[in-house]
């Protein structure tokens, strides 16, 4: 049985009701969460693209992505990450105390997509140790779904309309 069924969070994923770009976050990171997230794209063979100042060059270190953050150019790396040819996550290094994504509701429709969301926060979740949350675009710190690392699975954190 799925974590989520897709007809319980449909109206979650609907992107003119709720904006296309939810906020996905794991908060009480280090260098370390990031190195493992970056670890785990490359193990599970998902194609990926990393830039640095809107440039393509080769994946470095979380290290080297973290000093490149903390330098005065403020430089923000971007991973872009296809777990499957049609679903883009976006990661961005704002800070090294979390780790944000974006994701597009827009290809997210229907319970196969929305198993392979619950796969990637699972994957994530675990290999870090810590929870993965989903809020709606612009509402951070008020989660709809996300990966609740006590409970060992994806959890719908609110009541959907319709």
Known sequence: MPDLLWDDVKALFDPEACGALPDVVVEGTSVENWQMVLDLVQAQGWRYAYLRNGEPTELTSAAEMAAGVASESRVTPELRVWPIPEVLMIFRMYQVESIDF??????????????????????????????????AEGSPGHPDIGFDVEADRVVLMVEPAG
């Open 102 to 135: 974006d994701v597009d509701l827009r290809e997210l429709q229907g319970q196969e997509r929305l198993d392979l969301l619950v796969d990637v926060f699972r994957l994530i979740g675990r290999r870090v140790g810590k929870s993965v949350w989903m809020s």
